[in-house]
């Protein structure tokens, strides 16, 4: 039984060793592939410093309206009920035929539908954001 053991333990480290060298000839091809990959690139003028790819004119922060935008867009949630509550811009008179609702003489009222004239307040509101919406498009 001890000779068979020794040759198990034997089998084992010489696995172990083949591994371990195998693990490191691995590691010096990908190191020796990678530098010559480097020299090949460096060689055609390639550039691999990340700060020689970066602009070298940054827009100043007056140029960078990003805040502002962000800002612009927060402001627009708080008013997006009362512009989903916006009057039809039309309404359908016969099948196939709509009419602004600009046009109607008399605003046909029911329960379902908003008015532009009951609407006009909520929308009064909030006029200066709306005016900054329309400037920033």
């Not at 200066?128 to 400037?135: P, R």
Request: with cysteine; aromatic share 6%; net charge positive.
């Amino acid at each position: 039984m001890k000779g068979v053991a020794k040759w198990i333990a034997r089998g084992i480290g010489a696995a172990l060793l083949l591994l371990v060298l195998g693990l490191l000839c691995e590691r010096v091809r990908g190191w020796w592939s990678l530098r010559n990959y480097t020299r090949q690139i460096l060689t055609a003028g390639e550039r691999l410093d990340i700060s020689q790819l970066e602009p070298s004119s940054r827009p100043q922060p007056d140029q960078n309206a990003f805040v502002a935008l962000l800002a612009l867009t927060n402001a627009i949630k708080q008013c997006r009920p009362i512009l989903d509550e916006a009057p039809p811009l039309g309404r359908v008179i016969t099948p196939g035929v709509l009419v602004g609702t600009h046009r109607l003489n008399q605003w046909p009222v029911d329960d379902r539908t908003n008015t532009w004239t009951a609407w006009a307040p909520k929308l009064a509101a909030h006029a200066e954001l709306l005016d900054k919406i329309h400037q920033a498009l």
